[in-house]
């Protein structure tokens, strides 16, 4: 069975070349703050709902949990028109913003916020997530009726053809910047207040005085100024701070990166699994994960053998792990090749895409098309005639946002 075409409702710039996938803009997400955030996900929700009602047919739905309120969108539309749909989740809300500290745990907006998360579940005719931790706790909002509902484990992928090792003396990045005769810790993605960047600030800090290290932060977010403020309070001549980068660039900055820092703050590390970290593995980066030791990520880390695994907030393992790699370049230079090796053979579109069509068939089960939501890398839904989808200006390292 084929998918069929797909229409894409998304809040991110696509660029679409022939095939069978069309493209409608939404409102854009803003990030400036947490109310121009909430704000953003009810335009969003709001719109799609519009469009999804006006649609002809009862086609099938696939709705991402970015913005969060989607899988409810999925929902109404089911009850009203019959849309069958399904749902993937690439972080579990509302207990995100709970450990943000936006929300009770146990007060009535999250407790009937699960709820509703527990009937848009039941509901659909698949729930896909990304990692094992993840699935766990969906299940739990679902509770007793656990049994009830099919949760897939598919983990997100790279595009390993167009991010890829390159030697730092044929990379304009790494020339522009100085970073060929550097070992580089690269941090790509959002600088959100929930990431952590404070621990790398401070493995900087105590790394300062070995020449052969640089830090080089590359993004945005509500978390960038303050790590402005410390590296100039605490005179950090080895970070550099650059902008979030244009699409065309970011296959040549991630490939800039002998070690890559992800991190995950304690209690998130069963909420997500940051997709950034496949990007990376492709550009040959060695990995130093900063998460509890059972994520997803962590398990990730240590079973390939790709680097090191170090709690939340330990600024001293960091900076020991980087300055161990940099002592050992033979096994710096192993980690990052077997990181790219993993990433081709595991985790490219190549590796993912057969799963996702097998999941995705049978839970259409003749269902016309696919009507997919923001962040998603829609291309592969619609089957192999179908025309590549590129954002034009996202950061490929973090595609999906959290919180």
Same mark, same amino acid.
């Given at each position: 069975?084929?998918?069929?075409?797909?229409?894409?409702?998304?809040?991110?710039?696509?660029?679409?070349?022939?095939?069978?996938?069309? +493209? @409608?803009?939404? #409102?854009?997400?803003?990030?400036?703050?947490?109310?121009? $955030?909430?704000?953003?996900?009810?335009?969003?929700?709001?719109?799609?709902?519009?469009?999804?009602?006006?649609?002809?047919?009862?086609?099938? !739905?696939?709705?991402?949990?970015? #913005?969060?309120?989607? #899988?409810?969108?999925?929902?109404?539309?089911?009850?009203?028109?019959?849309?069958?749909?399904?749902?993937?989740?690439?972080?579990?809300?509302?207990?995100?913003?709970?450990?943000?500290?936006?929300?009770?745990?146990?007060?009535?907006?999250?407790?009937?916020? +699960?709820?509703?998360?527990?009937?848009?579940?039941?509901?659909?005719?698949?729930?896909?997530?990304?990692?094992?931790?993840?699935?766990?706790?969906?299940?739990? @909002?679902?509770?007793?009726?656990?049994?009830?509902? /099919?949760?897939?484990?598919?983990?997100?992928?790279?595009?390993?053809?167009?991010?890829?090792?390159?030697?730092?003396?044929?990379?304009?990045?790494?020339?522009?910047?100085?970073?060929?005769? $550097?070992?580089?810790?690269?941090?790509?993605?959002?600088?959100?207040?929930?990431?952590?960047?404070?621990?790398?600030?401070?493995?900087?800090?105590?790394?300062?005085?070995?020449?052969?290290?640089?830090?080089?932060?590359?993004?945005?977010?509500? *978390?960038?100024?303050?790590?402005?403020?410390?590296?100039?309070?605490?005179?950090?001549?080895?970070? $550099? !701070?650059?902008?979030?980068?244009?699409?065309?660039?970011?296959?040549?900055?991630?490939?800039?990166?002998?070690?890559?820092?992800?991190?995950? +703050?304690?209690?998130?590390?069963?909420?997500?699994?940051?997709?950034?970290?496949?990007?990376?593995?492709?550009?040959?980066?060695?990995?130093?994960?900063?998460?509890?030791?059972?994520?997803?990520?962590?398990?990730?880390?240590?079973?390939?053998?790709?680097?090191?695994?170090?709690?939340?907030?330990?600024?001293?393992?960091?900076?020991?792990?980087?300055?161990?790699?940099?002592?050992?370049?033979?096994?710096?230079?192993?980690?990052?090749? $077997?990181? /790219? /090796?993993?990433?081709?053979?595991?985790?490219? !579109?190549?590796?993912?895409?057969?799963?996702?069509?097998?999941?995705?068939?049978?839970?259409?089960?003749?269902?016309?098309?696919?009507?997919?939501?923001? *962040?998603?890398?829609?291309?592969?839904?619609?089957?192999?005639?179908?025309?590549?989808?590129?954002?034009?200006?996202?950061?490929?390292?973090?595609?999906?946002?959290?919180?």
């Amino acid at each position: 069975m084929e998918l069929g075409a797909c229409l894409a409702f998304t809040g991110m710039p696509y660029a679409v070349e022939q095939g069978r996938l069309d +493209t @409608q803009a939404a #409102p854009r997400y803003d990030r400036r703050s947490v109310p121009r $955030r909430a704000w953003s996900w009810l335009l969003f929700a709001v719109a799609s709902l519009v469009r999804v009602l006006r649609l002809p047919d009862r086609p099938f !739905l696939l709705a991402v949990t970015n #913005p969060p309120v989607l #899988p409810h969108v999925a929902w109404l539309a089911h009850k009203l028109r019959g849309n069958a749909y399904g749902l993937l989740v690439w972080d579990v809300y509302p207990d995100h913003m709970v450990n943000m500290g936006l929300v009770r745990e146990n007060g009535l907006f999250a407790r009937l916020w +699960t709820a509703m998360n527990a009937r848009a579940m039941l509901d659909a005719r698949v729930v896909i997530t990304l990692g094992e931790r993840m699935r766990e706790t969906l299940r739990a @909002q679902l509770g007793r009726e656990a049994g009830h509902v /099919r949760i897939e484990v598919i983990p997100n992928w790279a595009d390993t053809d167009q991010v890829r090792h390159i030697p730092k003396a044929e990379n304009p990045f790494a020339l522009e910047h100085g970073q060929v005769d $550097r070992v580089t810790v690269l941090y790509s993605g959002n600088m959100g207040t929930t990431h952590a960047l404070e621990t790398i600030v401070e493995a900087a800090s105590m790394l300062q005085s070995d020449p052969r290290i640089l830090f080089l932060l590359i993004g945005d977010g509500l *978390g960038r100024e303050k790590v402005e403020r410390e590296v100039v309070a605490r005179g950090l001549a080895n970070v $550099r !701070l650059l902008p979030r980068q244009p699409w065309e660039v970011l296959p040549y900055s991630l490939a800039t990166g002998d070690v890559a820092i992800v991190t995950q +703050t304690p209690g998130s590390e069963r909420l997500s699994v940051p997709s950034k970290v496949y990007s990376l593995m492709s550009a040959g980066c060695a990995l130093i994960a900063c998460t509890h030791e059972e994520s997803d990520l962590a398990r990730l880390v240590r079973d390939k053998s790709l680097g090191s695994v170090c709690a939340p907030g330990d600024a001293r393992g960091v900076a020991e792990a980087i300055s161990w790699l940099a002592e050992e370049p033979d096994v710096l230079a192993e980690s990052r090749s $077997r990181s /790219r /090796r993993v990433a081709v053979e595991q985790y490219s !579109l190549q590796a993912v895409l057969p799963h996702l069509r097998d999941v995705l068939e049978r839970a259409m089960g003749g269902a016309s098309g696919a009507i997919c939501s923001a *962040g998603l890398e829609v291309a592969p839904l619609a089957g192999e005639r179908t025309g590549a989808a590129r954002p034009r200006n996202d950061d490929l390292a973090s595609h999906k946002e959290s919180g």
